[in-house]
Every structure is written in structure tokens, then in C-alpha cells.
């Protein structure tokens, strides 16, 4: 205790919050005056009596400096010192401070900034107690998960005892929510939870309650819990919120309470406003209700004595007694429930950005080491320019501890403020970075700065700074004290050893730089290739309108009768080149994947294949020619015979090598009776969901021959600017159909963008960092060359005063960069070849060992070098010999 | 017989019987106090009673005040606090145990 606060008060009093050297003084003052007083008293004369009480004293300054000392913390003043003379010599030399601040804050800043997305989307788990007993509960079918229906999840629910408890959260069907009797400021998110929602996901209110499972009953007053963020918005934070009535559509519900500042329900990048009972459900969906309706993606909560996989066992046999409640899963056998730790929520952002992100964490790890490497490079010429003001410290008796503190003192004092400026930046930037990777996706993610990412920017500066501060700061003060003195900048004695570590650096950065280069090729050149492929279809030309429906006004608009005054209406819009409708479409959000057999073939065989439901003119419109047959056309309506357009794939899967138009398929339930279908026609493969999964088999049928299953999507063929038929679309729904809106309406390249976002994402990003890269290592082999060539400026004189030609200098120095050069490539492709093989579930179509991007990058970085080595070279080939020789 | 030196650590001990045993004083009377006791068998550079002054503050046994000395001059008052005391309890039965013992060690050679 005693010693912690002689700490303290000794950091206090090196603040200078404690300052009393002139009480000290006078203190002490009063003390002597006491003294020669009493000698006075003795019959000493008053010139007499000062001197005897200075020497009954003792030493004056030596008790203030004793004083001094004690009260501040030991080094502490040396440290001041050093902190002012470095920043004397960085104002001295602006240029220099400047190109090594803007290095290192670039360096950081993108692992900042990097790190600071990587956190919050992949490594941070949901803000609620225990969060790694969270599990996610999912059924897999044919190796993909699949959601519950609300009988089924009810039932399980009830009757299991494995886990603490299975809840789960669903979005309330889009309506308008009214906010205590107002319109609120913006579109609100709402859930419908479980009863239980709240306390097993673990978390309480900040105000009132959560609700609990006495809220969920269908008899409950109906309660709503809201986010913080809602309870900011639309309340001002203040108490009287609760009490409060919001509405959607027929329910009324009253405010209860409100979540904590950090929780965000269960998914990562989602931030609902309002939670509401699931019960409530019944009265606003009811259809969610069936059977047939599979929409819940529930989590539970493993129990402390129950293992995971014991856990999973349980369920498992529970979800094969209880499948009937879910219609699609009545007859397929092949159905396991699994659990999946969900630390980090639900959602896929965690798994599909959790690879990218760390390959850019590599990639920007690599380019701070470029940065480091430009910085210690720096401080090297520094130190060498420096060397007569090293000997001189030294021959006045400076130790070289003292020289060495003093230099590092300099490197931290820049790596301070790059650090600092680094932050700023990662902030600024980190928020268009997600933005950049989520696009599509109305994303909100808290990029708090918090602690750990000011940890990590701070130990990052910390390493360069010692990793790279530390050789240039031993190479400058190994000087020998005369040999400095006497000749100034003639000698080159320990000029040797600088050079070999300032090499080093230079083949680790073209290193580096080749391997960032080489990357950042790759993924562009994998994502050129993804959305430059035959797609099947024109997806630049064609825009796509989605339709919003209410269920409680669904009817007109399931009708054949409204689909082909649709059909017409949108044909009438001007300017378009050919327009169509369709369900199920490519890139679209919704899929229907019965499966087909061969008629006769056992019953239980057959293939899944993708149906996609279309009106006349739809291959016309999207650009999907015909390679055999006919396509579908308005003579293939209800009641006439059942035809299908099949891809090329479907056809090798069905019929092999034999010609398919004629055969026939049968499909399952849409079609029960299981009808026969005749394919009339045989188009190229198109890309249906994500463009770069295998192609899958699609066949495609007349709408009105089959079940439909919602309202059609607007498929229209246009030239040019897609944003001038926005409007006339937005007119001829709103004056067809006033109960339909447009909820997303885009071209398919867009839709495909955002597909392929993650693709995006590294492609842009890498590139952006491997210029960045070749701009640090460009400027790091500038300053080296230009460096060498000023401390030869006296050799140079003397070689062309004796007749040496100024092309065959230039070729000399450029030797030298050629050297440095080709050794770091020749590094950089052993280790890129190394480390590339982590891109290859990223690469589409590209090997990660693809020749042609290394050479083309060892091409590319040899031209740079060669460029950033040509200018400092010529400069010296241009020394007039005379100036040269004299500069003393 | 020549004057001893303080020997090491016991400075601290001194004053804080001196500021115990005669109420708040300044430096200079602290000072003057120890060698009136010692009776000249002390050599006390009066100036080193000031670090040890500052070291007792920091450690928080004792506490200062600006008051005025009796020759009219502003001067720091020191006086001992609550821990001080206890402290100088302590540190002063700790002595005596060491004193004893040396003390007889002593003996034991002779």
C-alpha cells in the first residue's frame, strides 16, 4: 500500500502536478535563516552566522537536486529530455518526419482498420451470458440447413428435455408499424420471439423487463420489448417509454422495457427494434402458422451436464418422431437435425466473411511490414547522416546506452504519432470497409472502437518500433569517436554493415511486395472471371422487379387472370425491348426444387432439379437461346399438354447422350397426379443461384401449368440506363395492383455483384493494398538508392573526373538495385508459392500457382524498381565533377 | 569521542519520534531537537533532514502545513499522522528488539 502510494504521488509529482521547487526553496531558505539566527544569538557577526549555517547545512543544491529527484519518478526526466530534443530534430527535418509518419499510420491503419471489421464480424460472440452454450438448431437436408415450421418448433419445444431450451426469433411480416400514435422516423425492424427468447439467450432489460414465457401465451396482453437504439430514437431515452402502445397492422402492443445498450438479438449485423410475443403470430400471420410454412431458425441453450453431441443425439430422435408437423419433410428419410455452436449468432456473415477477412488480416500483416521495413530504411540513412553528430555526443562523453535511448526515443516518438493518426484513419475508413463487403444487405454493425483495437493499433506500433527501430539506432551509434571527428563524411567505416542491413530491408520489402502483388492478381482476376462468364442469360440487360405482397390481400393477385394483365401492362412500358414474368427465377430469393424421374425408374430414384415457372417471351427477354426445340410460348397454357424447356445439364443428367426434346419426365407433389412432361426444347446452362457453384439441373416450365406458389417477379429486357425504368415500373404496379409494391429491383449484374460481395471484397481490397505496397516499396528503393548515391557523391566526382561515362554509372548503380531486386523476387515466389495454396477455395477457374500472375508481377515490380532506381541514378550520372569533389 | 553518523534508515525514525513526542514542528527545529538529544554525539548535515522529510510525506506518515516560525519567516509545520504512528511504533519496538540482540552478540565477543 505504502509503496504503491509513493508511486503514485512521485508519477503526480512528475506531471509537474505537484510542483514546489520554490517551496522547496524557500522552505529551505527559512531553515537557514532559523539557523544563522541562533548563531547570531551566539555573538557571531550576521555575515559570520550565514556561513556557519550554510556549513551546518550542508550542501544546498545537492538537498534541492536530492529533493528534486525524489519527488518525480527515477528516468523520468531523462525521458522528458530525449522527448524534446527528438522532437527538435523531427521539426528539422519535416520531409523526412513526414514520409515516415504517413508510412507507418498507412501500415497500421489498414491492419486497424482490417482488425476492427475481422473483430466485430467474426471473432466477437453475441454480448450475452455464456454465450458458447449457444447452439443453432437445424435440420440438413440434402447437406444444407433448413428452417422449422412453427408447429413443429411448438411441439419439439414442448417435449424436449436435452437443452436449457429451444427459442427462436422471426420477422413480423413487412407492415407499418405506428409508434404511440405517430409514424415512426424510420422503417422499424420487428421480431415475434419465443417467451423464452430473452432468458436464454441470456441477457436482461437496461429498463423494465424482457418478457417471458407467461407473455407468449395466446391469453397474455400483448407486450413489446425494444432496443435501445428504437428506445433513442423514437422515445428521446426517456422512462415514460414504457407504457407506450405500438401498432402493426391489427395488434396493439405495450411497452415493457428495453434491451441492453449492446445486445442485438441473435444475428450478427442486424439490429431489430422491437420484440414481440410469438404467439401474437396468430393474429398477424396466420398463415406462418401451417404446417407448410418453414420460416424459424431456432437456437437453444446446451445445458452444463449435457455434451453437444449427446445434446444432438436426443434432439435428433425427438425432430424424426415430430418431422410429419413440418408438409416437406412428411416423406424424405434422408433429414438429421444437427446442432452447431452459435457463439457468434445466427446468420452467415460469420462464416461467409470470416475466411476473406482473415486472408486481407494476411495481407495487411504484410503490407505493415513493408511499411516497417521503409521506415527502418529511413532511420538507417538518418543514422548515417547523422554520424558526425553521433561521434561528436560520444567524444563528449555520451554512453552509448544514452545515444542508443535517445534514438529509440525518436522511432517511438514517430510511431506514437503514426499510431495515433493510424486510429483515425481505421476509423473513417472501417465503416465504408463493411459497407463495401455487405453490400445488398441493409447491414448495421457497432464498430465501436473499444479497447482491444486501440490495444492492438498501440502493440503494432509498439513491435515496429522495436523490431525496426532498434538495428538503424545500433548501426548509428557504432561509430568509432576519432575516425568520425576527423575526416567527417569521408570515411565509410561501418558504412559496410549499414548497407548489408539496409539490403536486407530492401529484398524483404520487394519480398513482400511481390507476394502482395501476386495475391491481389489473383483475386482480381479470379472476380473478373466470375462475373464475366457466360452466365446463360444477358444478366447486364436484364432487370429484375420483385413483388411484395400482403397475405391478407393475396388473393387478385394469385390469379392467372391478374398474372396476364401484368404480363401485358409491363409489355406496354416504353422503351423496353422485350419483357416477360416469372417464379423462382435466376438469382432470386426464392426456389422451388422438386424432384423428377425418368417414368418408369424406380420410385424412390430420380434427380432434384431447380423448376423455374415462366410466362411467353421469357428466354427472349432474359437472352437464354434455344440450342434445340422450341421455347415456351402463350399456346403452352393451362389444359394443354405439360411441356418443360430443360439445360444442357438436366439433359446429360436425365437422358445422358441421347437427344431429350420428345422424352418425357415425371415430376413429384407440384404435379399430383404426377403428370407427364415433355421437353419440347434444350437451352445452355444458366447460373442460378450463386455464380460460382456447380450448375445445377433447371427446367423450366409454362406458369399456368403448375401450382403457383406467390406472386411473379417482372423480368424486362432493356438497353442502357436501367434507373429510367424505375418509374414507368413503379407506375404500372401501383396502378394494376395497389396492393403490391417493388422490394428490390435491379439488374441481375447488381444482383450478381451482390452474390459474389465476398469475391468483391478481397478483389478490391487486395488491389487496393498491393498498390499501396508497391507505392511503399517504390519510395523505400527511391530513398535507399538516392541515399547511397549522395554518400558517394565524392566517388562519383572522382569517377567521372577520371573519363567514366555517365551511362556506365547509371548502369552500376542500377546493377546494384537489379541485385537487391532480384533476390527479393526470387524470395518473393518461393513464399508467395507457398502461401497461395490458402486462396484456392476463394480462386474460381485460376490456379493459385497461376504462372502467368507471377511472372506478370515479378514483370511489373522489376519495372517499378527499375523506375524508382533510374532517377536518383541519372541525378548522380549528372554531377557536374567539379561541385562534386569539393563538396566537403 | 568523535560524532557518529546517522546510521543508515534511522533519520526517518528520529523525526518521527521528534514529531510525535513535541507536536508539529519546521524543519530546522526537527533538526535542532535530534542533536540537542544526541548531545553532540551526532554529526547531522542539517540539510538532509529535508529529503527525508519529503520521503515520510510520499509515504504518508507525516503531513505539512505552511505556518510562521518564530523569527517571523514562512516555514513548513510538519506534524505525524495516524500511520506515522503507528509506523513509528512499530519501526521503534523493532529497534529495541535489534538493539537487544546486538547488544548482547556484543557482550558475548568481549
Known amino acids: 500500500m505504502t509503496t504503491m502510494r509513493v508511486w503514485i504521488v512521485r508519477l503526480l509529482g512528475s506531471l509537474g502536478l505537484r510542483s514546489r521547487d520554490a517551496d522547496v526553496a524557500e522552505d529551505i531558505q527559512a531553515h537557514l535563516d532559523l539557523l544563522a539566527d541562533e548563531f547570531q544569538r551566539q555573538g557571531m557577526s550576521a555575515g559570520d552566522a550565514r556561513l556557519a549555517a550554510r556549513r551546518q547545512f550542508g550542501g544546498v543544491a545537492a538537498v534541492q537536486e536530492q529533493y528534486r529527484e525524489q519527488r518525480r519518478l527515477p528516468g523520468l526526466d531523462v525521458l522528458a529530455q530525449d522527448i524534446r530534443y527528438a522532437l527538435r530534430t523531427m521539426g528539422r527535418a519535416p520531409g523526412f518526419t513526414a514520409i515516415a509518419v504517413l508510412t507507418l499510420a498507412l501500415g497500421i491503419g489498414a491492419n486497424t482498420a482490417i482488425f476492427q471489421v475481422l473483430y466485430s464480424l467474426v471473432i466477437k460472440p453475441l454480448p450475452v451470458r455464456d454465450p458458447h452454450q449457444l447452439v443453432d438448431v437445424q435440420p440438413m437436408h440434402n447437406g444444407s440447413g433448413q428452417s422449422f415450421s412453427y408447429p413443429l418448433l411448438r411441439e419439439m419445444s414442448a417435449r424436449q428435455t436435452a437443452v436449457q431450451g429451444i427459442f427462436v426469433s422471426g420477422a413480423v411480416t413487412r407492415g407499418e408499424w405506428i409508434v404511440d400514435g405517430r409514424k415512426p422516423s424510420t422503417a422499424v425492424d420487428g421480431r415475434m420471439a419465443t417467451g423464452n427468447y430473452f432468458a436464454l439467450l441470456g441477457t436482461d432489460a437496461q429498463v423494465g423487463r424482457v418478457f417471458t414465457e407467461t407473455d407468449d401465451r395466446p391469453s397474455a396482453i400483448p407486450v413489446a420489448v425494444i432496443s435501445d437504439a428504437f428506445w433513442r430514437r423514437e422515445f428521446g431515452a426517456r422512462t415514460d417509454a414504457l407504457g407506450k402502445v405500438l401498432s402493426i397492422k391489427n395488434v396493439h402492443v405495450t411497452v415493457v422495457g428495453v434491451t441492453r445498450r449492446e445486445f442485438f438479438g441473435d444475428t450478427v449485423g442486424s439490429y431489430p427494434d422491437v420484440w414481440i410475443p410469438l404467439s401474437l403470430v396468430s393474429q398477424l400471420d396466420p398463415n406462418s402458422m401451417s404446417a407448410g410454412t418453414v420460416w424459424l431458425q431456432p437456437m437453444a441453450r446446451l445445458r452444463p451436464d449435457v455434451t453437444l453431441p449427446q445434446a444432438e443425439a436426443q434432439l435428433d430422435a425427438l425432430f424424426r418422431q415430430l418431422r410429419h408437423l413440418t408438409i416437406q419433410w412428411k416423406d424424405v428419410s434422408d433429414d438429421r437435425l444437427t446442432l452447431l455452436p452459435a457463439a457468434h449468432g445466427l446468420g452467415s456473415l460469420h462464416e461467409e466473411f470470416g475466411r476473406p477477412l482473415w486472408i486481407l488480416m494476411g495481407i495487411v500483416g504484410m503490407l505493415a511490414l513493408i511499411a516497417c521495413c521503409n521506415l527502418a530504411n529511413l532511420l538507417l540513412a538518418r543514422a548515417t547522416a547523422r554520424t558526425h553528430e553521433m561521434g561528436v555526443r560520444l567524444a563528449v562523453g555520451a554512453t552509448r546506452d544514452r545515444l542508443l535511448r535517445q534514438l529509440l526515443t525518436e522511432s517511438a516518438l514517430l510511431a506514437v504519432i503514426g499510431a495515433a493518426l493510424a486510429f483515425l484513419l481505421a476509423r473513417a475508413t472501417a465503416t465504408a470497409l463493411v459497407q463495401l463487403a455487405t453490400i445488398g444487405q441493409d447491414l448495421k454493425l457497432s464498430l465501436d472502437a473499444d479497447w482491444r483495437i486501440a490495444a492492438f493499433t498501440g502493440s503494432i506500433a509498439l513491435v515496429a518500433v522495436f523490431v525496426f527501430g532498434l538495428a538503424p539506432a545500433v548501426a548509428a551509434t557504432r561509430v568509432g569517436v576519432s575516425s568520425t571527428l576527423q575526416s567527417g563524411r569521408r570515411t565509410h567505416t561501418g558504412a559496410r554493415s549499414r548497407h548489408l542491413t539496409s539490403n536486407a530491408f530492401v529484398v524483404a520489402q520487394v519480398m513482400l511486395c511481390l507476394m502482395l502483388v501476386a495475391g491481389a492478381s489473383l483475386l482480381t482476376r479470379s472476380f473478373w472471371k466470375l462475373t464475366h462468364q457466360d452466365f446463360g442469360y444477358q444478366p447486364e440487360r436484364v432487370l429484375t422487379a420483385n413483388l411484395d405482397f400482403d397475405f391478407r390481400n393475396m388473393k387478385p393477385y394469385f390469379t392467372p387472370v391478374f398474372r396476364q394483365r401484368l404480363y401485358e401492362h409491363v409489355r406496354a412500358i416504353p422503351g423496353i425491348r422485350n419483357a416477360s414474368l416469372s417464379m423462382g427465377g435466376p438469382l432470386g430469393n426464392m426456389s422451388d426444387t422438386p424432384r423428377f424421374t425418368l417414368p418408369g425408374s424406380a420410385s424412390d430414384g430420380g434427380y432434384e432439379v431447380t423448376l423455374i415457372r415462366v410466362y411467353p417471351n421469357y428466354f427472349e427477354t432474359m437472352g437464354i437461346p434455344i440450342l434445340a426445340g422450341r421455347s415456351i410460348n402463350k399456346d403452352d397454357r393451362k389444359g394443354a399438354p405439360h411441356v418443360a424447356v430443360i439445360t444442357e445439364t438436366t439433359a446429360r443428367t436425365f437422358f445422358g447422350g441421347e437427344n431429350p426434346i420428345g422424352r418425357v419426365l415425371t415430376g413429384d407433389r407440384q404435379f399430383d397426379p404426377a403428370p407427364a412432361i415433355q421437353v419440347i426444347g434444350v437451352s445452355p446452362d444458366v447460373r442460378y443461384r450463386n455464380p460460382r457453384e456447380p450448375f445445377k439441373n433447371v427446367v423450366f416450365v409454362p406458369m399456368e401449368q403448375v401450382r403457383a406458389f406467390s406472386v411473379p417477379e417482372i423480368v424486362l429486357q432493356i438497353d442502357g440506363d436501367a434507373s429510367s425504368f424505375i418509374e414507368p415500373l413503379r407506375r404500372t404496379v401501383k396502378d394494376i395492383a395497389p396492393g403490391l409494391s417493388i422490394w428490390r429491383l435491379e439488374t441481375l449484374s447488381e444482383t450478381a455483384l451482390v452474390r459474389l460481395r465476398r469475391e468483391r471484397l478481397l478483389a478490391w481490397l487486395s488491389a487496393a493494398f498491393g498498390a499501396l505496397a508497391l507505392i511503399l516499396a517504390s519510395i523505400g528503393l527511391y530513398g535507399v538508392v538516392s541515399y547511397r548515391v549522395k554518400l558517394r557523391t565524392q566517388e562519383i566526382g572522382i569517377r567521372l573526373a577520371l573519363g567514366a561515362h555517365p551511362q556506365r554509372l547509371r548502369a552500376m548503380l542500377l546493377r546494384e538495385v537489379l541485385q537487391m531486386v532480384g533476390l527479393g523476387l526470387a524470395a518473393g515466389v518461393l513464399a508467395t508459392l507457398a502461401l497461395t495454396g490458402l486462396l484456392s477455395t476463394i480462386l474460381y477457374e485460376l490456379s493459385p500457382r497461376d504462372p502467368v500472375t507471377l511472372v506478370s508481377a515479378a514483370v511489373l515490380l522489376t519495372a517499378v524498381a527499375l523506375v524508382a532506381g533510374f532517377v536518383p541514378a541519372r541525378r548522380a550520372s549528372r554531377l557536374d565533377p567539379m561541385t562534386a569533389l569539393r563538396r566537403e | ?110
Open chain 2, 1 to 110: 569521542l568523535k560524532p557518529v553518523e546517522v546510521p543508515y534508515g534511522t533519520l526517518d525514525l528520529m523525526v518521527l519520534k521528534t514529531l510525535d513526542s513535541l507536536g508539529p514542528l519546521h524543519g530546522y527545529g526537527i533538526a535542532r531537537r535530534i542533536e540537542q538529544v544526541s548531545q553532540g554525539s551526532l554529526a547531522l548535515n542539517q540539510g538532509t533532514i529535508h529529503p527525508a522529510l519529503l520521503r515520510l510525506e510520499q509515504k504518508g506518515w507525516i503531513s505539512s502545513k505552511w505556518g510562521v516560525s518564530e523569527n517571523n519567516r514562512r516555514a513548513r509545520f510538519y506534524s505525524i499522522t495516524k500511520s506515522g504512528r503507528k509506523q513509528l511504533t512499530a519501526e521503534a519496538e523493532n529497534w529495541s528488539r535489534a538493539v537487544a540482540v546486538l547488544g548482547r552478540l556484543l557482550e558475548d565477543e568481549s
